[in-house]
T-cell receptor, first 110, second 114 residues
Framework: RKEVEQDPGPFNVPEGATVAFNCTYS??????FFWYRQDCRKEPKLLMS???SGNEDGRFTAQLNRASQYISLLIRDSKLSDSATYLC???????????FGPGTRLSVLP | EPEVTQTPSHQVTQMGQEVILRCVPI?????FYWYRQILGQKVEFLVS????????KSEIFDDQFSVERPDGSNFTLKIRSTKLEDSAMYFC????????????FGPGTRLLVL
């Protein structure tokens, strides 16, 4: 079983749409969770950390369900500039390295 | 805003040659990492480095790879004898374990092995 899985995508949505990304992880010892965005041929850039209680940053909301080993990212009122690949990253309790999911590509269309 | 920098941005080399990829992590960070991303694939962990030694490494990080922090600012990844399958984007990252351990990535070095 793959360690971190994401929706395969791509997602093509119109401007203004709400879009949700899902991520599951297999290691129950995982402790820290993050969403990154990656533009084509660029580095991953931190979008938000994911807290147990869920957290919101403007149009972006992240949630964590430890029991189901599931993380989500919701983007409301999507903009053309949101077009990117969204990566889920998980760190376990024993190490510092991140395990990344394969990413879900989003295209926001005018 | 402080950022991770990497040089060179692109490197083309012949199979069997040695390459050194350079990184300058964020100055007050203590953990340093190398990841790679083969075109069209996911970001994969290679190695983490703390207190002047390797703290973790993946199966990818075999004897052909080594890391070094030769001075107070640079962090390098050396590939001793490059193979065609080493062609990838190599990202350096750093983190401050005093915070949320968020990792910040450099812009990457695109390595092409011919």
């Amino acid at each position: 079983r793959k360690e971190v899985e994401q929706d395969p995508g791509p997602f093509n949505v119109p401007e203004g749409a709400t879009v949700a990304f899902n991520c599951t992880y297999s290691n129950s010892a995982s402790q820290s969770f993050f969403w990154y965005r990656q533009d084509c041929r660029k580095e991953p850039k931190l979008l938000m950390s994911v807290y147990s209680s869920g957290n919101e940053d403007g149009r972006f909301t992240a949630q964590l369900n430890r029991a189901s080993q599931y993380i989500s990212l919701l983007i409301r009122d999507s903009k053309l500039s949101d077009s990117a690949t969204y990566l889920c990253a998980v760190r376990d309790n024993y190490g510092q390295n991140f395990v990344f999911g394969p990413g879900t590509r989003l295209s926001v269309l005018p | 805003e402080p950022e991770v920098t990497q040089t060179p941005s692109h490197q083309v080399t012949q199979m069997g040659q040695e390459v050194i990829l350079r990184c300058v992590p964020i100055s007050n960070h203590l953990y340093f990492y190398w990841y790679r991303q083969i075109l069209g694939q996911k970001v994969e962990f290679l190695v983490s480095f703390y207190n002047n030694e390797i703290s973790e490494k993946s199966e990818i990080f075999d004897d052909q790879f080594s890391v070094e922090r030769p001075d107070g600012s640079n962090f390098t990844l050396k590939i001793r004898s490059t193979k065609l399958e080493d062609s990838a984007m190599y990202f350096c990252a750093s983190s401050d374990p005093g915070g949320l351990e968020t990792q910040y990535f450099g812009p990457g070095t695109r390595l092409l092995v011919l």
